[in-house]
């Protein structure tokens, strides 16, 4: 039997802040071990640390710039 917690969580588009559900697994040890959106419109982006979400309607450009935006400050941080 697993002791990982499945949480349903809400989060926005990285891009936009629409707001959408997702299906978030976690280790106990507290980091993330995958996540699914649960809710129409929306697709997971990958990030192995946290669950992050954006609209379908978005191109791919966008949220890879909207991701770099966001998480360009926390790189150094995430590498160590």
């Given at each position: 039997?697993?002791?990982?917690?499945?949480?349903?969580?809400r989060?926005?588009?990285?891009?936009?802040?629409?707001?959408?559900?997702?299906?978030v697994?976690?280790?106990?040890?507290?980091?993330m071990?995958?996540?699914?959106?649960t809710?129409?419109?929306?697709?997971?982006?990958?990030?192995?640390?946290r669950?992050?979400?954006?609209?379908?309607?978005?191109?791919?450009?966008k949220?890879e710039?909207?991701?770099?935006?966001?998480f360009?400050?926390?790189?150094?941080?995430?590498?160590?």
């Open positions: 039997m697993s002791d990982n917690k499945n949480l349903n969580e989060h926005g588009c990285i891009v936009c802040g629409k707001i959408y559900d997702l299906l697994v976690y280790h106990p040890d507290g980091h071990v995958d996540c699914k959106v809710s129409a419109g929306g697709h997971r982006v990958p990030d192995a640390h669950p992050l979400v954006a609209c379908d309607t978005h191109p791919a450009a949220i710039a909207a991701y770099a935006k966001l360009s400050d926390h790189k150094s941080e995430d590498d160590e």
